[in-house]
């Protein structure tokens, strides 16, 4: 990628509130950054795995945020391989919380 480059976002999951994996999207570029955020009021949680898979049948983790604070919290993560697949699942998440989570390449 260039310094020029447009990055391109992608939602993978947009204010979830319970455990659930979003939907497969396409990426076109090896290199991606993924970004995760909680939301509510008081002690929020959530716990969100970006995996990658070429067949669409086995998923591989890509990585994991563990995402923890007071009304809000986020994390990032950077992945550099080749994957035709992508999505988000959250495995975890405290009442009342919403999480959104989305990919730039």
Do not use: Y
């Amino acid at each position: 990628m260039t310094a020029n480059a447009i990055v391109e976002p992608r939602i993978l999951l947009d204010a979830v509130k319970n455990v659930t994996t979003g939907a497969v999207t396409s990426q076109i570029r090896a290199k991606k950054t993924f970004e995760a955020d909680v939301a509510g009021v008081g002690a929020v949680s959530a716990t969100v795995v970006f995996e990658g898979s070429n067949a669409g049948r086995h998923w591989e983790a890509l990585g994991t945020l563990t995402l923890a604070g007071t009304n809000s919290a986020s994390g990032a993560l950077f992945h550099d391989g080749p994957w035709a697949a992508v999505r988000a699942t959250v495995t975890d998440i405290s009442l009342g919380a919403t999480v959104t989570a989305a990919m730039g390449f």
